[in-house]
């Protein structure tokens, strides 16, 4: 490639934050819910990289057309590929497209087309613009849409706006808020913008757990293996809480000891319902089942998480936070009832920068 900039280039990160600012120079655009990609064209030659600097060509091979027929000759744009359906993100549909199989990976592309949302001008032409402050790149940005039809994410430097935008666009799959500073040029790699996410708790099941790896069984807990009961009753495995510190894994490993079963247990033997989420399962990103230890379920634990996934019944989409014991629940009151479901707004919307909800 003869661009000023040729992959593999690192994507300028975020840091998180814990409230939008009233002030600090800040460019403010919602925070898509897919996966970051930097887009390289010069003439012919298109390369989709992942954040880790990896290719995704051949899993999205609908957006090569795609962009091919709109983008200039020459240009580097950093963006989010997204799969929207039902009127909001999908990030299941993302994941499925990661397929060792091209007529997979093909069928999907026709069933759920993916869609690439520009946030960022890197560079057009010969000229780059990373050293340029992120206002700049901005209006250039914008022009480039205008004249081509690209989609761009919406963008404001107003702080009520933003707000205003991290409860909305939460229907549609959003992910939250991201503050990119105005004066700042685009630093690869560096963590210079701030994440403003989504966060609520919820009361689980402490059904099981893991032993550490860098221990023997029975020396450091790894992680929790948290359950919710379904409107059935059923118990379904919907995540993880895994941080702790070395010392209290080995204290969680000596206090949780009594509660280790080999009995009745509502994720084994014929205690299993169909369609029930089971921890340990094998799937395309593991082929072996990944051995648990079973808990009786008689503690609660109030953990943090920002978003689900996966249908009915969902899971925690990422590791959940461990709040505090809840001593004063019953097992049987922790249900899926208890999760948040934001309101449902139109991704076209968020696609046009407007606020439109959806009934």
């Not at 661009?3 to 934050?17: G, H, I, T, Y």
């Amino acid at each position: 490639m003869t661009l000023p900039l040729s992959p593999p280039v690192k994507p300028m990160l975020a840091k998180p934050a814990k409230a939008i600012p009233d002030s600090g120079r800040l460019l403010f655009e919602p925070k898509w819910d897919g996966f970051r990609c930097l887009v390289f064209r010069d003439g012919d030659e298109l390369t989709l990289q992942s954040r880790t600097g990896k290719p995704l060509n051949r899993y999205f091979p609908e957006l090569l057309a795609a962009l091919s027929g709109v983008l200039p000759e020459q240009v580097v744009l950093d963006g989010e590929l997204v799969i929207g359906r039902g009127g909001k993100l999908d990030f299941d549909a993302l994941t499925e497209r990661i397929h060792p199989a091209d007529s997979r990976v093909r069928l999907l592309a026709e069933q759920t087309p993916a869609s690439f949302v520009a946030f960022d001008l890197l560079a057009l032409g010969a000229e780059s613009f990373v050293e340029e402050p992120t206002g700049t790149r901005r209006e250039r940005l914008e022009r480039l849409a205008a004249d081509t039809g690209l989609y761009i994410t919406p963008a404001t430097t107003d702080p009520d706006t933003a707000r205003h935008w991290f409860t909305l666009f939460e229907g549609a799959g959003l992910d939250g808020v991201i503050g990119k500073p105005l004066d700042a040029g685009y630093e690869p790699g560096k963590r210079l913008m701030f994440k403003y996410k989504h966060s609520r708790t919820a009361d689980c099941v402490l059904a099981g757990l893991r032993w550490h790896v860098d221990g023997e069984p029975g020396e450091m807990v790894g992680s929790f293996l948290l359950g919710l009961h379904d409107e059935a009753g059923v118990l379904h495995h919907v995540g993880v809480v895994g941080s702790f510190p070395v010392a209290r894994r080995r204290e969680l490993a000596a206090e949780l000891a009594p509660l280790i079963t080999d009995g009745p247990h509502p994720w084994l033997g014929e205690a299993t319902v169909e369609r029930q989420r089971l921890p340990g399962g094998i799937n395309r990103w593991r082929s072996a089942e990944q051995p648990w230890v079973p808990l009786r379920p008689e503690r609660v634990v109030e953990v943090g998480y920002e978003h689900t996934e996966g249908g009915t019944p969902s899971r925690f989409r990422h590791t959940a936070q461990f709040v505090r014991w809840r001593p004063d629940r019953d097992p049987s009151s922790c249900d899926y009832a208890q999760l948040e479901e934001p309101a449902r707004y139109d991704l076209d919307a968020v696609f046009r920068g407007e606020a439109v909800r959806t009934r």
